[in-house]
């Protein structure tokens, strides 16, 4: 890949985590530095079929981020691939972080090079920079990866919809220094694997001038990752609220959904207990503090979601006939009704009702500050990261980096003012590619 843009602080992670995904390819028997990101050519044209781009968008309205790709019809080679990041997102997750750390003690603002919300939302750049490459790839959603058992540190799959993962620290203050793995995961290895390996010739058999892969081979690939425990369930089977099975979410974590609930509601309650002006820049409207605490009263959202779909669930794989598989099983009742407990903790009232001293420091908005204005204040300009324009810039194709999304953002108002431009990536041209999986252009929504 190349990159070329602006100095940005999102920059240097996207590279780094589309480089990722070299760890993957050279599992499957490629030499170390096949996959490449580099900088774009100052003269290259991001339409050039030869370059593979990763393209940053620096806006304030909601976006998807986007991992597509131009395809042979014929063969169903991939011809290049082109990611869309948005620095929505990263907004996003810069109010996620000051919501749940309320890191403006005494009023001091913080300096870039001390900033653990700026080093989560940089964190959530890399995952999400590494999971749109690889839907260029040809790789689909996994979101069964998170379910599968592993510490913080350890990457199943970044084509999981990660939700951050927080702590406690001693002081039962929450923390997000592991909030995103790094590295390319277990699962993405065997899809890199079962797509991009190259088997021997079987003479003979050539189609359009591309070699037909050995099925033992293959198979054996599949059979060895079943072995392990990993579990590939995808969007049509995780995305509906009706959906049955039991490790099938998008922004969830844990192998068990409502002890993982429990902890996600034991980690509110104590950012609640802190949650005050505190989360707030000094010279921001009080106001603004309701459009902080949203992501924290809703912390618990996703992975209630996730919880619910043990009661009544149905563990189950996509099976062939033969192929040895696990068959359907209903979940466990004990594990139904340890979810339903979890769950009805939402519905309390200790849950459901705010401090009383935070609900005496909430005003009214004030005129400049509408609701749902974008929540993030300007950041001070520092050597590496440039001022912020005054308005957001139209999208450059020739730029591109990463980070994550901020809600219902507007320029018109007091309230609201852009965050620093991040820079760009593209890439060359990839081995191999496996048998195009349609849901490989599936968008990513913001959160």
């Given at each position: 890949m190349s990159t070329a843009a602006p100095p940005s602080p999102s920059a240097p992670p996207s590279s780094k985590a589309a480089r990722w995904w070299d760890q993957a390819f050279q599992a499957a028997g490629w030499a170390k530095g096949t996959f490449r990101v580099d900088i774009l050519p100052a003269d290259a044209d991001p339409m050039d079929i030869r370059y593979n781009i990763?393209?940053?968008?620096?806006?304030?309205?909601?976006?998807?981020?986007?991992?597509?790709?131009?395809?042979?019809?014929?063969?169903?080679?991939?011809?290049?691939?082109?990611?869309?990041l948005g620095s929505l997102r990263s907004r996003q997750d810069y109010l996620i972080a000051e919501a749940l750390l309320s890191p403006y003690v005494n009023g001091k603002p913080l300096p870039p090079a001390n900033d653990p919300m700026l080093q989560m939302a940089l964190a959530r750049t890399r995952q999400l920079a590494a999971h749109e490459t690889g839907h260029t790839l040809g790789l689909a959603h996994n979101f069964a990866a998170s379910s599968f058992p592993h510490t913080p540190e350890e990457s199943v799959s970044v084509m999981d919809y990660p939700h951050p993962y927080i702590?406690?620290?001693?002081?039962?203050?929450?923390?997000?220094?592991q909030s995103y793995a790094v590295n390319i995961g277990i699962w993405d290895k065997v899809a890199i694997d079962y797509g991009y390996r190259e088997?021997?010739?079987?003479?003979?058999?050539?189609?359009?001038?591309?070699?037909?892969?050995?099925?033992?081979?293959?198979?054996?690939?599949?059979?060895?990752?079943?072995?392990?425990?990993?579990?590939?369930?995808?969007?049509?089977?995780?995305?509906?609220?009706?959906?049955?099975?039991?490790?099938?979410?998008?922004?969830?974590?844990?192998?068990?959904?409502?002890?993982?609930?429990?902890?996600?509601?034991?980690?509110?309650?104590?950012?609640?207990?802190?949650?005050?002006?505190?989360?707030?820049?000094?010279?921001?409207?009080?106001?603004?503090?309701?459009?902080?605490?949203?992501p924290l009263y809703l912390l618990h959202r996703y992975q209630t979601e996730a919880a619910i779909k043990e009661i009544g669930g149905l563990d189950y794989r996509y099976q062939l006939r033969g192929d040895n598989q696990p068959a359907p099983e209903i979940v466990p009742s004990a594990e139904q009704k340890k979810a339903l407990t979890a769950v009805l903790k939402t519905l309390s009232p200790d849950t459901l009702t705010l401090p009383e001293p935070l609900l005496k420091i909430l005003p009214p908005r004030p005129p400049a500050c509408p609701a749902h204005a974008n929540p993030s204040p300007p950041r001070p300009a520092s050597p590496s990261t440039p001022s912020p324009p005054p308005s957001p810039p139209p999208t450059s194709p020739s730029t591109s980096s990463s980070t994550p999304p901020a809600p219902h953002a507007s320029s018109s108002t007091t309230c609201a003012s852009p965050t620093p431009p991040p820079s760009a990536a593209s890439s060359k041209p990839s081995p191999r590619p496996p048998p195009r999986d349609p849901k490989a252009a599936t968008p990513c929504p913001p959160k």
């Open positions: 990763i393209q940053w968008v620096h806006r304030y309205t909601r976006g998807w981020s986007y991992g597509s790709a131009v395809v042979d019809p014929r063969t169903g080679e991939i011809l290049k691939g082109n990611v869309t702590t406690l620290n001693k002081e039962g203050i929450p923390t997000l220094a088997f021997d010739l079987v003479e003979g058999k050539r189609h359009y001038g591309v070699s037909f892969e050995s099925p033992e081979g293959l198979n054996a690939i599949l059979e060895a990752s079943e072995k392990t425990g990993l579990i590939y369930i995808t969007d049509e089977d995780a995305r509906p609220f009706g959906g049955a099975h039991p490790h099938a979410h998008l922004w969830d974590n844990g192998t068990d959904p409502a002890a993982e609930l429990d902890r996600i509601l034991t980690i509110r309650t104590a950012a609640l207990a802190r949650f005050g002006e505190d989360a707030i820049r000094p010279g921001a409207p009080m106001a603004q503090l309701e459009d902080t605490l949203v």
